[in-house]
């Protein structure tokens, strides 16, 4: 799963809201609920289902034949999930026949008496006639998943003609149990087969291959689609649709993507690096791709980002770019490695409870810096990972948390920004301290052992034990079952040829980490001698013979600890950094000391070889205003109009526009056209200060291929320009916007605009599609959005009212009581 925090969206916008959690009285009970694994009674072997939908009705009906054993002691009961159903028939199958059996049912589970007492090893098959109402079902979903009903009917009855009729299916958590009965627990593994009818004018997506299709005399097909090795519950996936198939291959298997139409050309453009990215992951676990297949499919309204469904990866429709958005960089590529890795890590070894989720988090999180630092050099993947770290550190509220959570409120709980990238930042920890061959090794040695099986963490220390010779129980305990991060105050002193590093380790609680480190003591220029040190107690003071005073002394040479730092060096040592250490973090390090000392050295990364630093050096400048400066302004006028990278040169633009300067009329008007919406949403952003009549008129030409930075340009000119005739244009505009921090700042705009419409039809037709993008926040962040929504919807309805429309007032007034 790779999770999109909703929370992290919103933050900071209508704020007014944030305060109220706090008033909110806590409930703190499930911090004495230990988190067990699952308890095995029975166990799954083999799931067969014959499926078919009710469009109307947003229904499944189902016919369920489960093979399951005792796992080891002998019982004449079985339990299985299964939310929201109603249950037309259970039965025992022997043979053909099937022999009626007792049960009682909650809703939830399903207790079946047997009809004798089977021993450990003894198959037996339960046939279920069912049928799954998932929109009758109230399940809450978390901040990485935000719904849990399992099944989901996209447009069914095909009311709006914007949208394809689609149906897929989320497992994870637990809630595929809302369309077929089972034990839904991460430690279970079935194999399995599903016959789906559908109209035949859709196309079926399943775990495993399709094997056969069946035209019915009703103008329906049945797919049959067979899954025969075993995997976990909640990575059953189905998908239904109006899908065009664009083939790939690795070697000799499929590697297909299932997209709308309007896509297919761009299919290949967005996932053709997955072959690339198997061929990768093969090489560096040296385990072959374990399944038949591995397909793609795009749903929309999809309730996370992207799901590892096993051979059948299901992504949220932000995956969708066209040609354009694809010139400023490929935004999903993350993503697809992230799935693919759980291919590995997940599926193949699933962990086997949710306090375990790091298994499979933490390492998919991780592949994605594995994978920019093959593919796009070693500079993009200590971005990523720097990401990763930046993106624990910025929420101290994770900071109690620890990587196994054998405690916590909800199983949901867990998918969070702890598993995900904090996870992954400790494994490029234990990746630099073993070294690369045994990280590689490892990781080999724990997928052989526990492949088709679910294990736990301490089973991955185990696997690193049995390759290194070490014990690693230090750091299991430190950063798997222990919680926060060092805090590092770093000092330096030289006397009497003696060069000292004193590390004080200042965290609240008081836990002191054992920290191995890295640390580059350099005599002038590139000259430098490595020293590996042991940070054990709350200060450590480390001395180094030294002729002359050190140039520098780059503690964490590598860059790899998780931590907050303070590192007091001189503004002198941080330019040697910069030019000498010469890793990304080195480099990037040098420059927040230069912009926070307001330094002109800041200017240095102009320059930097690296997209990434010359963006965030630009991004630092502007901030500061330092733009003013005459030789700095030349460097970014030489950006914004010939560097390579089209987000840098956007943003170099972006800083242009401020200056508000006629000068740059020509630059604006040369890449108003240019092929990324980034670079000719800066441009059409310049114009509209330069020459406000002539960018309106781009504004309406380009408003039918407006996205990204281009469609929030052309959006503030119409909007600020606005008249009834361009209505049309500006809701379509922000109805077709994804869900973003930009879309919901735009809903102001828009409610402004609305306020100023005559036509009451369009004007209810806004503001319901104002309530749309609302209802798209999970329930438990709305408040976040509310009070503003509410705001704008109170000047639409004075508008209104003023001009003695009080019945569409009047609605407008119900619209959030």
């Known amino acids: 799963m790779k999770k999109f925090f909703i929370a992290l969206v919103l933050t900071g916008f209508f704020g007014v809201a944030m305060a109220q959690d706090d008033e909110q009285p806590q409930d703190t009970a499930w911090k004495h609920i230990y988190r067990a694994t699952a308890t095995r009674i029975n166990d799954l ?360 959570r054998f405690y916590y409120k909800d199983k949901e709980d867990v998918f969070d920004q702890v598993s995900y990238p904090k996870g992954g930042a400790i494994l490029h920890m234990l990746h630099i301290y073993v070294g690369d061959s045994a990280f590689f090794k490892s990781l080999n040695l724990y997928l052989n052992t526990y492949k088709f099986k679910s294990a736990e963490a301490q089973q991955l220390r185990l696997a690193f034990e049995e390759v290194t010779g070490q014990d690693l129980n230090w750091f299991w305990n430190e950063w798997y079952y222990g919680s926060g991060q060092p805090d590092l105050t770093i000092n330096y002193d030289y006397s009497n040829k003696t060069a000292r590093v004193i590390i004080e380790q200042t965290q609240t609680p008081g836990t002191i980490f054992k920290l191995p480190l890295a640390i580059d003591v350099y005599n002038g220029g590139a000259n430098k001698k490595r020293y590996n040190v042991w940070v054990n107690d709350k200060i450590d003071t480390f001395y180094f013979p030294s002729d002359t005073k050190p140039s520098l002394i780059n503690v964490d040479a590598d860059k790899v600890l998780l931590a907050k730092k303070t590192d007091n060096k ?119 200060k330069l020459e406000p009549e002539q960018a309106y008129t781009l504004a309406k030409k380009y408003s039918t291929d407006a996205r990204g930075k281009l469609g929030s340009a052309v959006t503030k000119i119409l909007m600020a320009n606005a008249t009834e005739d361009d209505f049309n244009t500006i809701f379509e505009n922000y109805k077709n916007s994804p869900l973003s921090q930009s879309k919901i700042q735009e809903t102001i705009s828009f409610g402004n605009y609305l306020a100023s419409v005559k036509n009451a039809e369009n004007v209810r037709k806004g503001v319901d599609e104002i309530m749309s993008v609302r209802n798209q926040v999970p329930e438990q962040y709305r408040h976040f959005v509310d009070p503003g929504i509410k705001q704008t919807f109170n000047k639409i309805s004075e508008a209104k009212r003023s001009e003695g429309n009080t019945q569409l007032a009047d609605y407008i007034d119900g619209l959030l009581k």
């Open 45 to 404: 072997v083999h799931t067969k289902l014959d499926v078919s939908f009710d469009y109307d009705k947003a229904w499944m009906y189902g016919k369920e034949w489960v093979t399951l054993h005792p796992h080891f002691y002998a019982t004449d009961s079985l339990t299985l999930d299964a939310k929201g159903m109603e249950i037309k028939e259970i039965a025992l199958m022997k043979g053909n026949s099937k022999v009626p059996l007792k049960y009682s049912y909650d809703s939830l589970q399903l207790r079946v008496t047997l009809d004798k007492v089977y021993k450990k090893g003894e198959n037996y098959t339960v046939y279920i006639n069912y049928v799954s109402k998932p929109n009758e079902l109230k399940e809450q979903g978390s901040a990485a998943i935000t719904d849990a009903k399992g099944l989901y009917f996209i447009n069914p009855k095909g009311e709006d003609k914007d949208k394809p009729i689609q149906i897929w299916t989320q497992g994870e958590t637990e809630s595929n149990s809302a369309w077929f009965p089972t034990i839904d627990k991460p430690n279970q593994k079935t194999t399995d087969e599903i016959y789906m009818t559908v109209p035949s004018k859709y196309v079926t997506l399943s775990n495993g291959v399709l094997k056969s299709q069946k035209k019915n005399a009703d103008g329906t097909r049945t797919d049959y689609w067979k899954m025969d090795l075993p995997h976990a519950p909640y990575l059953f996936f189905m998908g239904v649709g109006d899908y065009v198939i664009v083939k790939d291959h690795y070697k000799k298997m499929p590697v297909d993507y299932y997209v709308e139409k309007e896509y297919a050309p761009f299919a290949k453009k967005i996932f053709g690096e997955t072959p690339a990215m198997i061929g990768f992951y093969e090489k560096i676990t040296g385990v072959p791709y374990a399944w038949p297949k591995y397909d793609q499919i795009v749903g929309r309204d999809y309730v996370s980002g992207a799901m590892e469904n096993t051979t059948a990866t299901l992504h949220q429709e932000s995956a969708y770019q066209n040609g354009r958005q694809l010139v400023d960089g490929n935004i999903w590529e993350d993503v697809i490695a992230h799935e693919l890795f759980h291919q590995w890590f997940g599926d193949l070894v699933t962990t086997e409870s949710w306090s375990n989720i790091t298994l499979n988090e933490s390492f998919a999180d991780y592949s994605e810096t594995l994978w920019d630092t093959y593919r796009h050099g070693k500079d993009a993947g200590d971005e990523h990972i720097e990401e990763n770290r930046e993106a624990y550190l910025r929420n101290p509220a994770d900071e109690s948390k620890p990587l196994v």
């Open 570 to 688: 001189t503004a002198d040592e941080f330019e040697q950094q910069y030019k000498y250490a010469g890793s990304y973090m080195d480099r990037k390090e040098a420059l927040e000391y230069f912009a926070d000392k307001k330094s002109s050295n800041l200017a240095i990364g102009l320059n930097d070889k690296y997209h990434g630093l010359r963006l965030f050096t630009l991004q630092k400048i502007d901030q500061a205003k330092g733009y003013t400066v005459p030789a700095v302004l030349n460097v970014i006028e030489q950006i914004a109009d010939k560097d390579p990278d089209k987000l840098v040169q956007a943003k170099a633009l972006d800083i242009l526009v401020k200056l508000n300067d006629k000068k740059y009329e020509a630059l604006f008007t040369k890449y108003v056209n240019d092929s990324s919406y980034s670079v000719s949403g800066a441009a059409l952003d310049g114009l509209s």
